[in-house]
């Protein structure tokens, strides 16, 4: 259900994405990022003197995946794309000169990046601002651009109040949606993303109590299959709470005692008022939202779909007619080119 997609056969759009930087994070990430640099180097070293080193290459990619959630985490969206596609060139590509030529040249980028935060850190210590918090931004001007750093900057928010390490990817397989759709498609976006932070993700140590990695992992990915674009939002979760929505639906009249089909149980979510959080908090609990979600899919001419495993995530799949996407010259090219 979860399985990452990877740019090789199927060839992702390149996204133009900004920095957004959560100050208070930064020093913290700076830190972080002294410490693993090292540690990459060090691995990359190893696995280019021994490239089938099954052990080598796992060591690199949890390094790499780890630097990732935190610089994207922190808003150093230009570093996790660096790194992103680092993980990628080191799943497609066969061991030669080029590859180690390339992963050098991502981390001098990344070294560029870094310091670059650094001075941006010693201007904002000398320089507090009344809010504090981030550095300048600068708007992309592609459509799925804009929303992408709006649902990673939701993203940061909401993990960061529920005191949570998520990392959020997106994947888009050769396929642009209109502008109009995506503005509207955008608050739905944002619903699903806090609904998996709040209701899917565990904490940190629920997730090494189901020996799980400590960063939680939310995809999205949009594609186009026949004539519908499809739209995939998953995470590695503990799925919904079936016991929790059967409760609340014989409470409220909606169901009897009777067992019911698993896939049934979970269409509740998109009954208005049903709700699994425990106590109601500024990012959930009040049972409003997954019917808007469905409301806005179906006014496109859409449908949305839920399947969830206990303790292996959810996926709401959401298919749109394909006079939702712009025209085919957009542009798009692996991310192993980056």
Same mark, same amino acid.
């Given at each position: 259900?979860?399985?990452?997609?990877?740019? &090789?056969?199927?060839?992702?759009?390149?996204?133009?994405?900004?920095?957004?930087?959560?100050?208070?994070?930064?020093?913290?990430?700076?830190?972080?990022? =002294?410490? /693993?640099?090292?540690?990459?180097?060090?691995? @990359?070293?190893?696995?280019?003197?021994?490239?089938?080193?099954?052990?080598?290459?796992?060591?690199?990619?949890?390094?790499?995946?780890?630097?990732? &959630?935190?610089?994207?985490?922190?808003?150093?969206?230009?570093?996790?794309?660096?790194?992103?596609?680092?993980?990628? $060139? /080191?799943?497609?590509?066969?061991?030669?000169?080029?590859?180690?030529?390339?992963?050098?040249? =991502?981390?001098?980028?990344?070294?560029? /990046?870094?310091?670059?935060?650094?001075?941006?850190?010693?201007?904002?210590? !000398?320089?507090?601002?009344?809010?504090?918090? %981030?550095?300048?931004?600068?708007?992309?001007?592609?459509?799925? !651009?804009?929303?992408?750093?709006?649902?990673?900057?939701?993203?940061?928010?909401?993990? %960061?109040?529920?005191? %949570?390490?998520?990392?959020?990817?997106?994947?888009?397989? =050769?396929?642009?949606?209109? &502008?109009?759709?995506?503005?509207?498609?955008? !608050?739905?976006?944002?619903? @699903?993303? $806090?609904?998996?932070?709040?209701?899917?993700?565990?904490?940190?140590?629920?997730?090494?109590?189901?020996? %799980?990695? @400590?960063?939680?992992?939310?995809?999205?990915?949009?594609?186009?299959?026949?004539?519908?674009?499809?739209?995939?939002?998953?995470?590695?979760?503990?799925?919904?709470?079936?016991?929790?929505?059967?409760?609340?639906?014989?409470?409220?009249?909606?169901?009897?005692?009777?067992?019911?089909?698993?896939?049934?149980?979970?269409?509740?979510?998109?009954?208005?008022?049903?709700?699994?959080?425990?106590?109601?908090?500024?990012?959930?609990?009040?049972?409003?939202?997954?019917?808007?979600?469905?409301?806005?899919?179906?006014? /496109?001419?859409?449908?949305?779909?839920?399947?969830?495993?206990?303790?292996?995530?959810?996926?709401?799949?959401?298919?749109?007619?394909?006079?939702?996407?712009?025209?085919?010259?957009?542009?798009?090219?692996? !991310?192993?080119?980056?």
């Amino acid at each position: 259900m979860n399985s990452r997609v990877r740019p &090789g056969k199927a060839r992702q759009q390149q996204l133009t994405v900004n920095d957004d930087v959560e100050m208070l994070l930064l020093p913290v990430f700076l830190e972080e990022a =002294d410490e /693993l640099r090292p540690m990459i180097n060090e691995s @990359l070293r190893a696995l280019r003197a021994e490239p089938g080193d099954d052990s080598q290459r796992q060591l690199i990619n949890r390094l790499l995946h780890t630097f990732k &959630g935190s610089a994207r985490m922190t808003g150093a969206m230009r570093i996790g794309d660096i790194i992103h596609t680092m993980e990628d $060139r /080191l799943l497609v590509a066969a061991p030669s000169a080029g590859l180690w030529g390339a992963l050098n040249d =991502d981390l001098e980028r990344i070294n560029s /990046l870094l310091e670059a935060l650094r001075e941006a850190q010693l201007v904002a210590e !000398a320089n507090p601002v009344e809010d504090g918090s %981030k550095s300048e931004q600068v708007t992309a001007d592609s459509p799925f !651009a804009r929303m992408s750093e709006r649902l990673y900057r939701t993203l940061r928010q909401t993990a %960061k109040e529920l005191n %949570k390490r998520v990392n959020l990817e997106l994947i888009v397989n =050769d396929v642009e949606l209109e &502008g109009r759709v995506l503005e509207k498609m955008t !608050a739905p976006f944002e619903h @699903l993303l $806090r609904n998996a932070i709040a209701h899917g993700v565990e904490k940190e140590q629920q997730r090494i109590d189901s020996d %799980k990695e @400590l960063i939680g992992e939310i995809q999205l990915c949009l594609r186009q299959e026949n004539d519908e674009v499809i739209v995939e939002f998953s995470d590695d979760g503990r799925g919904l709470n079936l016991a929790a929505l059967r409760a609340q639906a014989i409470k409220r009249g909606l169901l009897n005692e009777a067992d019911i089909p698993e896939e049934q149980l979970e269409q509740l979510i998109f009954i208005p008022g049903i709700s699994t959080a425990e106590a109601v908090t500024g990012v959930s609990g009040r049972g409003i939202g997954m019917d808007v979600v469905r409301s806005e899919v179906t006014a /496109l001419g859409g449908r949305i779909e839920v399947h969830s495993k206990p303790g292996q995530g959810t996926q709401f799949t959401i298919h749109l007619p394909a006079h939702t996407l712009v025209s085919h010259k957009t542009r798009s090219r692996s !991310a192993i080119d980056l």
